[in-house]
Nanobody, 123 residues
Framework: VQLQASGGGLVQAGGSLRLSCAASGRTLSNYNMAWFRQAPGKERQFVAAISWSGETTHYADSVKGRFTISRDNAKNTAHLQMNNLKPEDTAVYYC?????????????????WGQGTLVTVSS
Protein backbone atom coordinates (compact mmCIF):
# COMPACT_ATOMS: atom_id res chain seq x y z
CA VAL A 1 0.00 0.00 0.00
CA GLN A 2 1.32 3.43 -0.93
CA LEU A 3 -0.12 6.30 1.11
CA GLN A 4 -0.08 9.97 0.19
CA ALA A 5 -0.99 12.54 2.84
CA SER A 6 -1.99 16.08 1.99
CA GLY A 7 -3.80 19.09 3.39
CA GLY A 8 -1.27 20.46 5.85
CA GLY A 9 -0.50 24.14 6.10
CA LEU A 10 -0.29 27.18 8.30
CA VAL A 11 -3.34 28.15 10.32
CA GLN A 12 -4.05 30.42 13.25
CA ALA A 13 -5.04 29.03 16.61
CA GLY A 14 -8.74 28.22 16.64
CA GLY A 15 -8.75 27.48 12.93
CA SER A 16 -9.40 24.26 11.05
CA LEU A 17 -7.65 22.02 8.57
CA ARG A 18 -8.65 18.81 6.84
CA LEU A 19 -5.97 16.27 6.10
CA SER A 20 -6.44 13.63 3.44
CA CYS A 21 -4.74 10.32 2.85
CA ALA A 22 -5.00 8.68 -0.55
CA ALA A 23 -3.99 5.09 -1.08
CA SER A 24 -2.81 3.21 -4.11
CA GLY A 25 -1.64 -0.30 -4.70
CA ARG A 26 -4.21 -2.00 -2.52
CA THR A 27 -7.67 -1.31 -1.24
CA LEU A 28 -7.78 0.36 2.14
CA SER A 29 -10.96 -1.43 3.10
CA ASN A 30 -8.91 -4.30 4.54
CA TYR A 31 -7.04 -2.08 6.99
CA ASN A 32 -7.59 0.01 10.04
CA MET A 33 -6.44 3.54 9.23
CA ALA A 34 -4.73 5.97 11.56
CA TRP A 35 -3.07 9.32 11.89
CA PHE A 36 0.08 9.94 13.92
CA ARG A 37 2.06 13.10 14.43
CA GLN A 38 5.57 14.09 15.36
CA ALA A 39 6.46 17.49 16.72
CA PRO A 40 10.03 18.81 16.51
CA GLY A 41 12.22 17.14 19.08
CA LYS A 42 9.47 14.82 20.25
CA GLU A 43 8.52 11.22 19.69
CA ARG A 44 5.84 10.27 17.24
CA GLN A 45 2.45 10.01 18.90
CA PHE A 46 -0.86 8.44 18.05
CA VAL A 47 -3.63 10.87 17.07
CA ALA A 48 -6.65 8.94 15.78
CA ALA A 49 -7.68 5.65 14.21
CA ILE A 50 -10.70 4.22 12.46
CA SER A 51 -11.61 0.58 11.92
CA TRP A 52 -11.72 -0.96 8.47
CA SER A 53 -15.54 -0.70 8.49
CA GLY A 54 -15.59 2.85 9.82
CA GLU A 55 -17.74 1.78 12.76
CA THR A 56 -15.13 2.28 15.48
CA THR A 57 -12.88 5.25 16.12
CA HIS A 58 -10.15 5.97 18.65
CA TYR A 59 -8.67 9.31 19.62
CA ALA A 60 -5.80 10.50 21.73
CA ASP A 61 -7.06 12.40 24.76
CA SER A 62 -5.35 15.56 23.53
CA VAL A 63 -7.49 15.74 20.37
CA LYS A 64 -10.75 14.22 21.54
CA GLY A 65 -13.67 16.50 20.75
CA ARG A 66 -11.64 18.57 18.28
CA PHE A 67 -10.51 16.08 15.64
CA THR A 68 -12.63 13.68 13.60
CA ILE A 69 -11.28 10.78 11.58
CA SER A 70 -13.26 9.37 8.68
CA ARG A 71 -12.78 7.14 5.68
CA ASP A 72 -14.28 6.50 2.28
CA ASN A 73 -13.47 2.96 1.22
CA ALA A 74 -15.03 3.48 -2.20
CA LYS A 75 -12.54 6.28 -2.89
CA ASN A 76 -9.67 4.57 -1.03
CA THR A 77 -9.18 7.62 1.16
CA ALA A 78 -9.10 8.62 4.80
CA HIS A 79 -9.41 12.06 6.35
CA LEU A 80 -8.68 13.92 9.54
CA GLN A 81 -10.83 16.96 10.21
CA MET A 82 -9.05 19.16 12.74
CA ASN A 83 -10.99 21.93 14.43
CA ASN A 84 -10.10 24.41 17.15
CA LEU A 85 -6.43 23.91 16.42
CA LYS A 86 -3.91 24.83 19.08
CA PRO A 87 -0.21 25.71 18.78
CA GLU A 88 0.63 22.40 20.47
CA ASP A 89 -0.96 20.61 17.49
CA THR A 90 1.96 21.79 15.35
CA ALA A 91 3.65 18.69 13.95
CA VAL A 92 4.23 16.59 10.88
CA TYR A 93 1.16 14.41 10.48
CA TYR A 94 1.43 10.90 9.03
CA CYS A 95 -1.30 8.62 7.80
CA UNK A 96 -0.87 4.91 8.31
CA UNK A 97 -2.61 1.67 7.40
CA UNK A 98 -2.87 -1.34 9.63
CA UNK A 99 -2.08 -1.72 13.29
CA UNK A 100 -4.50 -2.20 16.14
CA UNK A 101 -6.00 0.31 18.54
CA UNK A 102 -7.77 0.40 21.89
CA UNK A 103 -9.01 3.29 23.94
CA UNK A 104 -6.77 6.26 23.31
CA UNK A 105 -3.73 4.26 22.24
CA UNK A 106 -2.30 2.22 19.46
CA UNK A 107 -1.56 -1.35 20.46
CA UNK A 108 0.46 -2.56 17.49
CA UNK A 109 2.30 -0.57 14.87
CA UNK A 110 0.80 0.05 11.44
CA UNK A 111 2.42 -1.80 8.60
CA UNK A 112 2.28 1.02 6.09
CA TRP A 113 3.13 4.69 6.39
CA GLY A 114 2.70 7.68 4.16
CA GLN A 115 5.00 10.65 3.94
CA GLY A 116 4.12 13.41 6.36
CA THR A 117 2.30 16.66 5.86
CA LEU A 118 3.26 19.62 8.01
CA VAL A 119 0.67 21.38 10.14
CA THR A 120 1.73 24.65 11.74
CA VAL A 121 -0.59 26.43 14.17
CA SER A 122 0.33 29.98 15.07
CA SER A 123 -0.74 31.62 18.30
Amino acid sequence: VQLQASGGGLVQAGGSLRLSCAASGRTLSNYNMAWFRQAPGKERQFVAAISWSGETTHYADSVKGRFTISRDNAKNTAHLQMNNLKPEDTAVYYCAAGGSYAGSYHVTEPGYWGQGTLVTVSS
